[in-house]
């Protein structure tokens, strides 16, 4: 059984671009959400997807976009970086049905320059 | 509107003491609640979670925690700490509701001396 991957490990980017961040989900699984976790601090919850639409989101602008295929793997893009985005953004895929637990992937590590 | 708070950002124990993380929620709804451990550039993994059931749930790498609904509080305990066992801590809450978010706490960073 493979588990959460996620790319690219690391990313440095500088302000105003734009960046996409992929995560495949564990085997069985349907449903992905995205965290962003700011140095030192917890994750914040960006937004969940499932089956494709998304199933609810945090308070992130709308600069902070996603999708998710038909495979369940789902990119995280975010739009005009700013300094601010620097973060590690961590994928988790879950079953949908009757089960709470949710399995990270190791995260992407960006820098906003 | 749900969250979490964690008491004592740094916690330092020794090598064979009581390990004792401290989690208290807020939670309109019946909550679900879980402990998860990041090591050092790494993604978080599950130590145990609490959904329903007996309050007193056993995780891995002898971890447990013990759901209190009179006290909101979900503390994680380990008899003996080892050196592997230095790590960052997070308890999350969800709802049961339709997007099951978690909710994070700031972590508490648990240092093992020997």
């Known amino acids: 059984e493979t588990g959460v991957t996620q790319s690219p490990t690391h990313l440095i980017k500088t302000r105003g671009q734009q960046v996409t961040l992929r995560c495949s989900s564990q085997?069985?699984?349907?449903?992905v959400s995205w965290y962003q976790q700011a140095l030192g601090q917890g994750p914040q919850f960006i937004f969940q997807y499932y089956r494709e639409e998304e199933n609810g989101r945090g308070n992130f602008p709308p600069r902070f976009s996603g999708l998710q295929f038909p495979n369940y793997s789902s990119e995280l893009n975010v739009n005009a970086l700013e300094l601010d985005d620097s973060a590690l953004y961590l994928c988790a895929s879950s079953a949908r049905v009757g089960y709470n637990e949710q399995f990270f992937g190791p995260g992407t590590r960006l820098t906003v320059l | 509107a749900q969250s979490v708070t964690q008491l004592g950002s740094h916690v330092s124990v020794s090598e064979g003491a009581l390990v004792l993380l401290r989690c208290n929620y807020s939670?309109?709804?019946?909550?679900?609640l879980f402990w998860y451990v990041q090591y050092p550039n790494q993604g978080l993994q599950l130590l145990l979670k609490y959904t329903t059931g007996a309050t007193l749930v056993k995780g891995i790498n002898g971890f447990e925690a013990e759901f209190k609904k009179s006290e909101t509080s979900f503390h994680l305990t380990k008899p003996s700490a080892h050196m592997s066992d230095a790590a960052e801590y997070f308890c999350?809450?969800?709802?049961?509701?339709?997007?099951?978010?978690?909710?994070w706490g700031l972590g508490t960073s648990l240092a093992v001396n020997p």
């Open positions: 999350a809450v969800s709802n049961a509701g339709n997007n099951r978010k978690l909710i």
């Open positions: 085997s069985g699984h349907n449903t």
């Open positions: 939670s309109s709804v019946p909550p679900y």
